[in-house]
């Protein structure tokens, strides 16, 4: 194994046997196994004319050696180069009608031992298309609402760029992918394999030179993403993968008619009355630092002989040369608008009109980025997975425009606003829109809370285009600090060309929300009339049942698809009229014995007298003043303030089940489990992270007195552990404070100084806060690290921040200091684990390390939990 060839060297002869123990897959008990089996949660995608919706069953654990097929790590994606589709994507093993309203179930005829995608629904929602993945292709399938269905024979679908898609928007066609219905209801515009392309670049075994990357200057700061191009042999293989033919394939003969010539199609979209296609292909030079959809492209408008009518932009690769990028659009609109003279944003067709181009673009020149170390922490400055802010910049005017078919005119300018278009939504109407300044930048807000960046109130407006000097009219005000007076977000659904469309009864719109409040989730659903502002209740779930809609059955909202779960009533569908309740599928419950888990929601306060709370699970057997062994599992968040950071989120209504390998199935194995612990940073987002160390410690020590307190624990045998971010927590929390006496970290990133540019929220970077990301990195206090700890990581990890050699060099520094550690790495797999596999081995593997130095370890008596005076190591 990997592992163990990088490791023996350095270990010594006593620690052979326990290096061997491991060195095959192992399985957790069969309580344990028995619910990893149990089958997971279906769900419905209905049809546009909502009388019939697929469901189908994702496989949740594939075996190991569906990880194994070969990936290629190119551009930012992983290509499976047998399929000519993304590694490790997810499908269903089986794919179901239901009839509706009754839920009765229409089998459809399926390929033998099949990998599905969930399917896409024809705009009129008689038919539907799916693809089926085989050992060495992708295949494109239709069925119909009979449950009859056919494989398009010598259609080989690439999903490259399309992002293994094939499941469509709720309600609707859904948008882009490699496989989309056209208008007519028959054609299907495909995403192909490139039929004349030969045989795949032959692998370099000897290289015709050194790999060169170059800067000339004027460079800018780039998160460390995974997996990007290395060497000119890399651009071609991608190049091989990535190319597609277009293809008009003919749903019901299986006539197919290539679509112009191949090439690197990153998305094609055809226009309401299916007569034009946005066809955005990329092309020459890629990237080394930047993954493949920031790479340079063309935007061009094709007439259905795949004729170019009309360009649209050119998007450069930025400065920089080969290790540049084009800018992301959605990303920093700034850089994206400099490299396009236009600034166009948000391409789309607009779904009432036959062909008409949408796009909004900046007005003149952006503005000076402020480079001060304040305006560069600024919280609203952040942009993107990681990247680097834009400081205070004012919001920038910007335009709405459309240019109609045949595309030979000047676009017209349909609404201008000085203070931006963010959050722009628009209405089922077609002529009204809505800007939520609480949204993020672009399209699709529709009325999203604010971040945690922005704690000023926003205003919703309607802006009618059919009133171009009409003021617009302020509909809702939005508080991201009153967390418990959510007003809710407007239902969409999707209109033809992909867009997404508010829904419209009249003057009403209908808002929904997971309706917060200070005893959990409540969601509801209410029709708010924009000309009047009046608010009608429709829906509210009640106390003992954790209850969303899911869908509108009518135009009125009087009937509804709502999915339902209670702590002892499983999730399923049911079609609601006033309090009616009828059951669409009739699942049962999967794992009964988690109904024996005791679950509660816990309150408590901080030393500071921040309110936090927690979920406590108890062993099925658990008998009142028992003390347990304790597994405190968290993830820490920022917050500005106090209130945030104690506002309750989720529900004590919802129905328990565990998958995965997740902490809860330690209450199986006879701990009590303080799940979910808030664990708030609070304070002043720009420099929040200089206090990370000592806001977790609090944070930690309040979660252990609680529980102390209620006499479930025993606070001198308590473990910690967490995810990603979580990890990063428990590493801090292990070489700062005597808290615990164990630790589990998965896939964390214990070195900041190997993010430099970023990471998390922090917007600073390492060279504008070298304090903050050491004192923040567990990595220098290796030596501190006493506490037995379990490092676990996926070899093939693909998150921009917790790269495997996190993970690596901390077991080093750990080991090389004399701490108690372990290193499990897992083969094939990324930032979260899926193969059946590696499920069971990493739930033995946490069982195993708890149960040896957290359960095992010498019980206390009657001690208390230490204080912030002396739980610090010196």
């Not at 659903?525 to 809609?549: I, K, M, P, S």
């Not at 079609?575 to 005791?598: C, F, N, S």
């Not at 790495?825 to 739930?843: D, K, M, S, W």
Request: with cysteine.
């Amino acid at each position: 194994m990997k592992l163990t060839t990088k490791l023996l060297p350095l270990l010594g002869l006593t620690c052979l046997a326990l290096l061997f123990a491991a060195d095959t897959y192992q399985k957790p008990p069969k309580v344990i196994l028995d619910l990893l089996n149990s089958p997971g949660e279906p769900a419905l995608v209905l049809s546009p004319t909502r009388d019939y919706a697929l469901q189908g069953r994702p496989v949740r654990y594939p075996p190991i050696a569906e990880l194994a097929q070969p990936m290629l790590r190119l551009a930012g994606m992983r290509i499976n180069p047998k399929t000519n589709g993304l590694h490790n994507a997810t499908f269903n093993s089986t794919l179901t009608l239901r009839k509706l309203p009754e839920g009765t179930e229409i089998k459809i005829m399926l390929p033998p031992d099949p990998k599905l995608s969930t399917g896409r629904w024809s705009p009129d929602g008689k038919h539907f298309a799916f693809t089926n993945t085989t050992a060495n292709s992708i295949e494109l399938w239709v069925g119909d609402t009979t449950g009859a269905a056919h494989k398009i024979a010598n259609v080989h679908v690439n999903e490259v760029m399309g992002g293994g898609g094939g499941g469509g928007g709720r309600g609707g066609a859904g948008s882009g992918g490699p496989v989309q219905w056209m208008s007519d209801n028959r054609s299907l515009l495909v995403f192909t394999v490139n039929p004349n392309r030969g045989p795949a670049p032959p692998d370099e075994l000897v290289p015709e030179g050194p790999h060169i990357q170059e800067s000339l200057g004027g460079g800018r700061g780039v998160v460390t993403h995974e997996d990007m191009l290395q060497t000119p042999h890399d651009e071609k293989v991608w190049e091989y993968y990535a190319t597609s033919q277009l293809a008009i394939v003919d749903s019901g003969t299986g006539r197919t008619a290539a679509l112009g010539k191949p090439a690197i199609y990153e998305s094609a979209r055809p226009s309401p009355d299916g007569k034009y296609i946005i066809v955005t292909a990329i092309h020459h030079p890629f990237s080394y630092l930047y993954p493949a959809r920031q790479f340079p492209k063309e935007v061009d408008v094709w007439d259905r002989n795949a004729a170019p009518v009309h360009h649209i932009a050119s998007i450069p690769l930025s400065s920089g040369g080969r290790g540049g990028g084009a800018p992301d659009p959605t990303d920093d609109p700034s850089a994206f608008a400099a490299s396009n003279p236009r600034g166009t944003q948000n391409l789309e067709w607009r779904f009432n009109e036959p062909a008409t181009l949408l796009w909004t673009e900046f007005i003149g020149n952006p503005p000076a980025r402020d480079t001060s170390a304040d305006s560069a922490a600024n919280a609203n400055g952040r942009s993107g997975r990681g990247g680097r802010g834009r400081g205070n910049a004012p919001p920038r005017p910007a335009r709405l425009m459309a240019l109609k078919a045949p595309f030979n005119g000047e676009a017209a300018e349909l609404y201008k606003s000085e203070s931006g278009l963010n959050g722009l939504s628009w209405f089922e109407n077609g002529h009204w829109l809505l800007l939520d300044a609480g949204a993020p930048n672009g399209r699709g807000g529709g009325g999203a809370p604010g971040g945690r960046g922005n704690r000023t109130p926003t205003q919703a407006k309607l802006v009618d285009l059919d009133k171009p000097g009409d003021a617009p009219k302020v509909l809702w005000t939005r508080n991201p600090a009153d967390h418990y007076n959510d007003v809710g977000r407007p239902m969409e659904k999707a209109e033809p060309g992909g867009m997404r469309a508010i829904i419209m009864d009249g003057d009403n719109i209908f808002m929904q929300s997971n309706g917060p409040s200070p005893n959990g989730d409540h969601p509801f659903l209410n029709r708010y009339n924009v000309a009047t502002g009046q608010t009608e209740h429709l829906f509210r779930c009640d106390d003992t049942h954790y209850e969303t809609v899911d869908t509108l059955m009518d135009a009125h909202g009087t009937k509804l698809l709502t999915h339902r779960e209670s702590p002892t009533e499983p999730p399923n569908y049911f079609l609601r009229t006033g309090e009616t309740l009828t059951a669409v599928t009739h699942d049962p419950d999967p794992q009964p014995i988690m109904r024996q888990v005791k679950k509660e929601r816990v309150a408590y306060k901080r030393s500071d007298g921040v309110d936090l709370s927690m979920t406590l699970y108890l062993p099925p057997d658990y008998k009142p003043g028992t003390r347990l062994p304790a597994v405190l599992w968290a993830y820490p968040r920022e917050v500005e303030d106090a209130d945030t950071a104690g506002a309750v989120t989720g529900s004590t209504q919802r129905f328990t089940t565990v998958s995965g390998y997740s902490e809860i199935f330690f209450a199986l194995d006879g701990y009590a489990v303080m799940d979910n612990a808030a664990f708030p940073v609070v304070g002043d987002l720009r420099t929040v992270n200089d206090h990370f160390v000592d806001e977790i410690d609090k944070d930690a020590e309040a979660a252990i007195k609680k529980c102390d307190e209620m006499g479930v624990i025993d606070p001198n045998r308590v473990g910690v552990g967490g995810h990603s971010y979580g990890a990063f927590m428990t590493d801090n929390l292990l070489a700062h404070t005597s808290l615990f006496k164990a630790g589990i970290a998965e896939s964390g990133a214990p070195n900041r100084t190997l993010t430099p540019f970023g990471f998390q929220n922090e917007r600073r970077t390492i060279w504008e806060a070298p304090k903050t990301y050491l004192d923040m990195s567990p990595f220098m206090f290796a030596d501190k690290i006493k506490t037995p700890l379990l490092l676990i990581h996926g070899e093939a990890d693909d998150n921009d921040g917790t790269f495997p050699i996190q993970s690596e060099r901390f077991y080093e520094a750990v080991r090389g200091n004399g701490g108690t550690v372990r290193l499990v790495f897992l083969p094939y797999e990324a930032h979260g684990y899926r193969a059946r596999e590696t499920i069971e081995h990493v739930i033995w593997e946490k069982f195993a390390w708890f149960d040896k130095y957290v359960k095992n370890a010498k019980p206390a008596s009657g001690a208390a939990v230490p204080t912030n005076e002396n739980n610090h190591h010196q």
